[in-house]
């Protein structure tokens, strides 16, 4: 697999628009951290991790996507990869994309770990833009 970030994404994005609840992704340290920042931002409701087993031939995550309790709308509209394995795009924390006027979120990989554009500019630090999402 060339971009497994990129992967991780699209199958967020397929299975959000078809309204599954579960998402299970390949396994790695990378895609716990954006995970993490999804969850604190509020973007899907829960993950985990489950190391191998007999269900599993190697280390998977499992990911509870997140849906309006009325409409039942995905709560991510739109997710988009923006840094690529043949195209990087780093950016100082001054020229860290707004996502809808503040209202989605950036993911960036910094020296300080993976964060939201809302931390980074926050720790002043730039970094590679991973992703967008709304």
């Given at each position: 697999?060339?971009?497994?970030?990129?992967?991780?994404?699209?199958?967020?994005?397929?299975?959000?628009?078809?309204?599954?609840?579960?998402?299970v992704?390949?396994?790695?340290?990378?895609?716990?951290?954006?995970?993490?920042?999804?969850?604190?931002?509020?973007?899907?409701?829960?993950?985990?991790?489950?190391?191998?087993?007999?269900?599993?031939?190697?280390?998977?995550?499992?990911?509870?996507?997140?849906?309006?309790?009325?409409?039942?709308?995905?709560?991510?509209?739109?997710?988009?990869?923006?840094?690529?394995?043949?195209?990087?795009?780093?950016?100082?924390?001054?020229?860290?994309?707004?996502v809808?006027?503040?209202?989605?979120?950036?993911?960036v990989s910094?020296?300080?770990?993976?964060?939201?554009?809302?931390?980074?500019?926050?720790?002043?630090?730039?970094?590679?833009?991973?992703?967008?999402?709304?």
């Amino acid at each position: 697999m060339t971009d497994p970030i990129a992967d991780l994404l699209t199958r967020i994005r397929n299975a959000s628009a078809v309204k599954h609840r579960l998402v299970v992704v390949p396994a790695s340290n990378i895609k716990l951290a954006i995970l993490q920042v999804m969850c604190d931002s509020g973007y899907i409701s829960n993950f985990k991790k489950f190391d191998k087993d007999t269900e599993n031939k190697f280390p998977v995550i499992k990911i509870a996507l997140k849906y309006d309790a009325i409409t039942r709308e995905p709560a991510i509209q739109h997710i988009k990869r923006v840094s690529r394995p043949g195209l990087r795009i780093y950016k100082n924390c001054e020229e860290l994309p707004r996502v809808l006027n503040g209202l989605g979120i950036a993911i960036v990989s910094t020296s300080k770990g993976v964060m939201s554009d809302k931390q980074a500019r926050t720790n002043h630090v730039g970094g590679e833009v991973l992703c967008t999402i709304y």
